[in-house]
């Protein structure tokens, strides 16, 4: 398959978004607890299988359009839910990114996946997960063992990066908030300005351009800080995933980025060799690998298609 370039992908945006906009179907989903999920799906004249993105924190769909009409040029019909307290998942637009429990994450993509794998009966189903969207799809095939015939957990959070500070401080720091009931309240005070290219994790300047450009058409897209809640269940979810890492049993690639400034590499590895697979990593590339620059974009989508077959 052709990808295109990070030039040619600024140039075609607006057209190759429009198609898929006509090729776009979206439902609610919903949830206990009131909560009801924004689920996209596409879907190719001829499906050879289907394809259920996880996205990362603070994301959403739009995140992924690129990758989308890859996957449904390949035939693969796609589905992108929305995590809750996020976009158009989250009621009311919040002052910050929310969770009660880092379980109801995966709850929630388990039963959306279980419907896609309905949708797609007789096919196969492959997951493709990002960031904090790799630790969500993760602990499901921790969960779910069979519910995927095959999984890509590309800069997975199995840890978040926090520089030189360990985990069980970050925990402490974030204890007397929850104890004085500030749990949902945003840790850095106010709402988050979006980032600049440079300080970013995407790898090039044109995509981050079509990015930033459909986000701000619309303020279910605005930037939120996480809550001291989500920072404190993040920070636990490492435990979780090693300790039933050998309940996974489906193929797994697992991608690194070199430059990575958001998860821990060095404990991605260790979770790694607990599934018995090598990451690959993919040099001078930031965090989101699905923006790399021309020549690391081509080696990291042949790699998913030859993985998916």
């Known amino acids: ?69 890859y996957f449904l040029t390949a035939g693969y019909t796609v589905f992108i839910p929305e995590h809750r307290g996020h976009a158009r998942s989250a009621p009311d637009n919040p002052a910050t990114i929310h969770i009660d429990r880092f379980r109801q994450y995966a709850d929630d993509f388990a039963a ?54 360990p985990a069980w401080l970050l925990r402490a720091i974030c204890t007397p908030p929850l104890f004085f009931g500030k749990g949902k309240k945003p840790i850095l005070g106010r709402p988050s300005a979006p980032a600049s290219f440079e300080s970013s994790s995407c790898n090039t300047r044109a995509r981050y351009d079509v990015y930033r450009e459909e986000c701000a058409a619309d303020p279910a897209f605005t930037r939120r800080p996480s809550s001291w809640r989500w920072y404190y269940e993040a920070l636990g979810v490492t435990r979780r995933l090693m300790k039933r890492a050998d309940r996974i049993r489906v193929p797994l690639l697992i991608f690194e980025a070199a430059l990575d400034r958001k998860v821990r590499n060095d404990v991605t590895d260790a979770f790694a060799a ?17 923006t790399a620059d021309d020549k690391s974009l081509g080696e990291y989508l042949d790699r998913i298609f030859a993985f998916f077959g």
């Open 1 to 69: 398959m052709r990808y295109f370039t990070a030039s040619a992908w600024r140039e075609n945006a607006p057209r190759i978004l429009a198609r898929l906009k006509e090729a776009c179907t979206s439902r609610y989903f919903p949830r206990p607890g009131g909560i009801s999920l924004y689920v996209e799906t596409y879907r190719p004249e001829q499906p050879r299988g289907g394809v259920v993105i996880c996205h990362g924190y603070g994301e959403s769909a739009l995140k992924y359009r690129e990758l989308t009409f």
């Open 112 to 165: 959306v996946a279980n419907w896609a794998r309905e949708e797609t009966a007789g096919m196969p189903l492959y997951l493709f997960s990002h960031s904090m969207g790799g630790a969500v799809g993760a602990l499901v095939l921790e969960q779910e063992p069979t519910l995927f015939d095959r999984a890509v957990l590309s800069s997975p959070m199995i840890a978040p990066y926090a520089g030189d500070k």
């Open 274 to 290: 607990k599934v018995g697979v090598t990451p690959i990593l993919m040099k001078g590339c930031k965090h989101e690998l699905f």
